[in-house]
């Protein structure tokens, strides 16, 4: 009997929703190629010398721009304008070695400076001169044979000592003395020092000021008095003020909605409420769909409502916490459904109170009347107490602007230039004036020009009796020495004798005497209005030593061998053709009678 042979599927053989297998080399994924490492020992004390050669190039470079006759610093920008700069930060991001050990020794030091700036604001340039100092002295001592383990604990242990006796020099800073410590870290520019003082006066303290590019020639203040945001009206027709494009409410209502409004019979009750009292209305919410948003418009324009409607404030926990914090200062309650509060059953005791809302295409501003002081200190009591738990820096400062809304006031500096080389450089100038007198509220204030660190040095003397060793004596002994070369930097830019400035300030007992390098002359810098924050010097004697230390016990250096570019492949043109000869003329051949033409063309 015959049967047919069963069909088979052509998948059978070919299915393609199979993956086809690739053949990969063993040497892509298996093995893959390390990258090469060079490793310099220091047997001849060639590696330390280039890792100082590193260091000593940066502090230099950053040494140009310390004291008040400190110059600029010129950095190439790719895509623009150079930067002009008295800033050493700034400086310190740009710089990058040819040789991959001195840059080691860049990167070492480079930590000090950027610590220090992190921390305090302020000092990037004293922290790199006095690292530099550090690590000067402790390799002449190493070199002769001493042990660099000891001298390090010793370097460590007197760091933690004249901290100490920093702290019994430091004293609270006066209010009259703010403008005094934002001058001097601006570079002895009291316009800016006094600027920034009033800024502080009128906010407060503890209050927020912030540094914006102005649009004109000349700095401006500018003080937000009440809760200002970034949000803006969601429709132009919302305007009151057709001229300024903005809208203006004087004694209103605010609807606090924490989720999107899709439903205009949600509002209903509560805006038709505001139509019987004749109150304007701002309705604060998520988002609101344009079909919510259409009555309310239409409303609006018959003349029947008084309303406007804005996004609320931020994103996500931070939105929530934005508009509880709202709520606070108007008396009013955020309408959230897990809370079993919900839109279409809230009257008008949910709404808060304004004085005033000025509201425009990017901003609102609300203004209270104050009633609600006591719950607003309350709230931001908790705030503070949650800034204190915090460690990350980004979240501090976001609580920190919300305890400022709430206090009712942000201080806005609006710095102006004729360019904008010059609007940078005094940008920078006024953010590091900014720290240092934050740095000083905080921690209070010791004399400046360099002096506190030199009277610090007095000091030491005494804390050598409490160290373990005479090498330990030693490390103790270098950071005297050390201490001495920011005054000596300031003078030597001010065209003096750094040692003979040296001298003269020490043989003085009282502790606010020291070198006037602005007047070229010595006198009581306290009372002279030069002083530092406690904060700042701390910092500088601080991560000063902790780089000097870890500098003076390294003793090899592992970086990457420097690959060769790769030549760009291009198509070999042929070589050129040798130039023909030019030939004589040619005759022209005799013409036969009988034929066409000329022949051999």
């Given amino acids: 009997m015959a049967c047919s042979p069963t069909p088979i599927s052509a998948l059978f053989f070919s299915n393609p929703t199979l993956p086809k297998r690739h053949s990969y080399s063993s040497s ?23 890792l100082k050669a590193g260091v000593d190039l940066v502090a230099e470079l950053l040494g140009v721009t310390l004291g008040p006759k400190g110059r600029n610093v010129v950095l190439q920008n790719k895509y623009g304008p150079p930067k002009i700069v008295n800033d050493g930060e700034t400086v310190l991001k740009e ?24 921390l305090a604001g302020d000092g990037s340039t004293t922290s790199i001169v006095l690292a530099q100092g550090l690590i000067a002295e402790g390799v002449k001592v190493i070199s002769a044979g001493m042990n660099p383990v000891q001298i390090a604990r010793g370097i460590e242990k007197t760091a933690e000592a004249l901290v100490s ?29 006094n600027m920034i003082s009033e800024a502080l006066h009128q906010v407060g303290k503890r209050g927020v000021v912030t540094i914006e590019k102005g649009k004109c020639t000349e700095n401006s203040l500018e003080v937000v008095e009440g809760m200002k945001f970034d949000r803006g009206y969601l429709s132009p027709y919302f305007v009151t003020d057709r001229q300024k494009r903005t809208v203006e409410f004087h004694d209103c209502k605010l609807l606090l909605v924490d989720k999107k409004i899709t439903n205009p019979k949600e509002m209903f009750k509560i805006l038709d409420n505001a139509v019987k009292e004749k109150y304007p209305i701002v309705i604060v919410a998520e988002g609101i769909e344009q079909e919510a948003l259409a009555p309310v418009i239409r409303n609006k324009l018959k ?29 009013g309650t955020v309408i959230r459904d897990d809370m079993g509060l919900t839109l279409d059953k809230a009257g008008k005791e949910v709404l ?46 976001i609580l920190n602007e919300r305890i400022a809304r709430l206090s009712g ?14 609007l940078k450089d005094k940008q920078l100038r006024m953010e590091d004036a900014l720290n240092a007198t934050k740095a000083a509220i905080e921690e209070g204030i010791v004399v400046g020009g360099g002096c506190s660190l030199l009277r610090l040095s007095t000091k030491v ?84 030593a902790s780089v000097a230390k870890t500098f003076l016990t390294s003793d090899a250096v592992v970086v990457d061998i420097k690959e060769p570019m790769p030549i760009s492949r291009r198509m070999r043109m042929p070589p050129p053709m040798p130039m023909p000869s030019p030939l004589p003329p040619r005759m022209p051949l005799p013409m036969k009678t009988p034929g066409f033409g000329p022949i051999g063309l």
């Fill in 461 to 544: 003397d005494g804390i050598k009796k409490f160290l373990d060793n005479e090498e330990q004596r030693i490390g103790a002994e270098i950071f005297k020495r050390a201490l001495s070369y920011p005054v000596k930097l300031i003078a030597k830019n001010a065209g003096a004798n750094g040692n003979v400035v040296v001298e003269k300030i020490l043989s003085n007992d009282n502790i606010g005497f020291g070198y006037n390098a602005a007047k070229d002359c010595y006198e009581d810098l306290i009372k002279a209005g030069i002083i530092d924050p406690t904060k700042v010097v701390r910092c500088c004697l601080e991560h000063a």
């Fill in 28 to 50: 892509s994924t298996l093995n893959p190629k390390a990258m090469a490492r060079e490793i310099h020992f220091n047997h001849d004390g060639s590696t330390t010398k280039k």
């Fill in 303 to 331: 003349g029947v409502l008084k309303a406007a409607a804005i996004k609320a404030p931020a994103f996500g926990e931070r939105k929530s916490h934005y508009l509880d914090d709202i709520a606070i200062l108007t008396g």
């Fill in 409 to 422: 006031g942000i201080a806005i500096l609006q710095v102006g230039a004729q360019t904008q080389v010059e």
């Fill in 165 to 193: 006796e920093l702290q019994k020099m430091s004293r609270e800073i006066d209010d009259h003395e703010l403008a005094d410590v934002a001058a001097v870290s601006a570079g002895n520019d009291y316009s800016v020092g």
């Fill in 352 to 397: 808060g109170t304004a004085t005033k809302v000025v509201i425009t295409k990017d901003s609102t501003l609300i203004v209270t009347d104050g009633s609600t002081r006591k719950a607003v200190e309350k709230r931001a009591a908790q705030i503070r107490k949650l800034v204190e738990n915090t460690e990350e820096n980004f979240q501090k400062k």
């Fill in 95 to 118: 710089i990058e070695l040819d040789d991959p050990v001195e840059n080691v020794g860049v990167k070492l030091v480079r930590q000090a400076g950027a610590k220090t700036n992190d």
